[in-house]
């Protein structure tokens, strides 16, 4: 495994907007975390690696901006596969959950490729992340902007909506297979579809496992910005981003808007006995809601830990994933 350090000639120094960014020559990787007192970037060739073929140090004089770590990487490009890795202060008792082994998606990854892989060492790696150019070509596409008057909300499961053999799709399961549908969605006189959680959440559990019960609808978001993978009928890594504009582009155009049920209250990373995979390796104390000292995580959501929507930096977060779905993907309105 090749470690090396980013040349200081080749860092463009922005910090912002988050997460990889692709630029002519390369990619911007840009991350918070206040406490943290290392950031590596790790880096990979394939979505099976169980090991990184590249770690990439920042150095705090040259790449850290205040609580932004920003380093540019010359020569990758879209479909780079990288996770984020962070040292610093390990005290449960304090809300503090820093971990240098763990694998961390990153907050503001656009999509994520492959499963949990089986642990052998006891570090959990998680879907890997993946670096998206966010063009496309939407033909003129723009908000449909119907009156609440005129709209008839249709409430859709992507994958429930087309997956049975008698919905006569050839992707069934998809969102191309709901492209397929829409000749039936306007019979029905709908004008627009509200699909159930599509951002990305686990499939497998966190030791490559399918677990006994099957996270079906969706409600344990683990990447705001990424499109559910599952839902996508190719297997390159990020093809579930062109696939999900596709289907928005054909609703747009049989006159159907898109609205999205988004779950910002609560993550799949659980409570003081879950797993790190983000979050909670970042910055626990800032994303999440504590209690007794910060040893326990605050469960008004009833899934084991409750967003911090109060902080600024998460609310930024929050407003700009909604930027994003809409910018990006044209969604027309959320739930």
Not at 69 to 77: Q, T, V, Y
Not at 122 to 150: A, M, N, Q
Request: proline residues 5%; negative net charge.
């Amino acid at each position: 495994m090749l470690m090396r350090y980013a040349h200081p000639k080749l860092q463009f120094n922005h910090t912002l907007p988050y997460g990889a960014i692709v630029h002519e020559g390369g990619v911007q990787f840009v991350i918070f975390s206040r406490s943290a007192t290392e950031m590596r970037l790790l880096l990979y060739d394939r979505v099976e690696d169980t090991e990184p073929s590249d770690v990439i140090h920042f150095e705090r004089k040259t790449d850290r901006w205040g609580d932004i770590w920003s380093i540019f990487e010359s020569g990758l490009a879209k479909g780079q596969l990288y996770h984020f890795q962070a040292d610093g202060p390990h005290d449960p008792e304090r809300g503090q959950w820093f971990d240098g082994n763990c694998r961390l998606i990153d907050p503001y990854a656009k999509a994520l490729a492959g499963e949990f892989q089986p642990q052998t060492d006891g570090v959990i790696r998680p879907p890997k992340c993946v670096v998206i150019d966010d063009t496309f070509d939407w033909e003129g596409d723009r908000h449909l902007r119907l009156d609440y008057s005129e709209t008839i909300i249709y409430e859709m499961h992507v994958r429930g909506f087309t997956m049975n053999g008698n919905s006569g799709v050839k992707h069934p399961g998809t969102y191309l297979g709901v492209i397929e549908k829409i000749p039936y969605l306007k019979s029905l006189g709908i004008t627009a579809v509200e699909l159930m959680p599509i951002h990305e959440f686990p499939i497998r559990d966190i030791l490559g496992q399918v677990p006994e019960q099957v996270n079906y609808w969706g409600y344990d978001s683990m990447a705001f910005f990424s499109p559910h993978r599952g839902y996508a009928a190719g297997n390159e890594p990020g093809c579930q981003v062109r696939e999900f504009k596709q289907m928005v582009k054909a609703l747009h155009q049989a006159g159907i808007e898109v609205i999205l049920d988004v779950v910002f209250n609560h993550t799949c990373e659980g409570n003081e006995r879950g797993p790190i995979l983000s979050f909670k390796g970042l910055e626990n104390r800032v994303y999440y809601i504590l209690e007794n000292s910060g040893s326990r995580y605050a469960n008004y959501s009833g899934c084991g830990n409750t967003v911090n929507g109060n902080h600024p930096i998460v609310r930024e977060m929050i407003f700009h994933c909604l930027r994003h779905w809409v910018h990006n993907y044209h969604i027309d309105g959320f739930r």
